[in-house]
């Protein structure tokens, strides 16, 4: 996959945008646009092109989020939630949310809210139907069945990144399992609402194929 064949991100009010990771330069001049903490974290993984993909998403992600605050990439300052999910410190920044897969990273911003996103790659699955016998609602495991096996990787992982994306929103983690989260197996915007480790939670979730070889869902929260 290039950086040319990816199509057009998202916008308003919710933008979700990607990027080719190994087109963003080589490790060493990544390092000087990431914090210390990011650098000791890229450090630790053992093969080279892990650790540039780490430090390109991260600093893809911090001049992301720098355009939009007016804050240089290195002085924004992040906290994670109780459940170990990233926001930007203090009450003005946008929301955000960032996955990778491989050599593509996805983030989505919205002006406000709680937000998640999820991406995977494409791939020949001979477990999806063991998977979603654990995660998927019984109307969830009926669309899996439905068409070839192609069709079944890709309807699998729209609801496999739907329900992390929902997760994500709810910053809850692995506190809340995917099967009880029902969002169906296509690319539709729909609402959803699950029960959260602390109290209810309503999102709007929806998803998109069009990146080659890659499924993304993200899911906004609506209830706060």
Request: net charge neutral; glycine share 8%.
């Amino acid at each position: 996959m290039t950086a040319g064949r990816l199509p057009a991100p998202r916008t308003a009010p919710l933008e979700v945008h990607w990027v080719d990771l190994d087109t963003m330069g080589p490790a060493d001049a990544l390092a000087a646009r990431v914090s210390d903490v990011e650098r000791a974290r890229a450090a630790r993984f053992a093969r080279p092109v892990l650790r540039q993909r780490y430090l390109a998403a991260h600093a893809w992600l911090r001049e992301h989020l720098a355009e939009r605050t007016g804050q240089a990439p290195l002085a924004l300052q992040f906290v994670t939630g109780p459940y170990g999910k990233p926001a930007l410190q203090g009450a003005t920044g946008p929301a955000f949310n960032l996955s990778h897969s491989d050599h593509l990273a996805v983030v989505a911003t919205a002006p406000s809210g709680d937000i998640g996103v999820d991406v995977e790659c494409r791939v020949p699955m001979a477990d999806a139907e063991a998977l979603a016998a654990q995660h998927f609602t019984a109307a969830e495991r009926r669309e899996l069945a439905d068409g070839g096996p192609a069709a079944q990787v890709q309807r699998f992982l729209l609801g496999w990144t739907r329900k992390e994306a929902c997760m994500k929103a709810a910053g809850c983690g692995l506190q809340v399992e995917p099967v009880a989260i029902a969002t169906g197996l296509s690319t539709d915007d729909r609402s959803v609402a699950f029960e959260g480790p602390d109290g209810p939670v309503a999102v709007r979730v929806a998803s998109c194929t069009d990146l080659p070889d890659r499924v993304v869902s993200w899911a906004w929260r609506t209830d706060r």
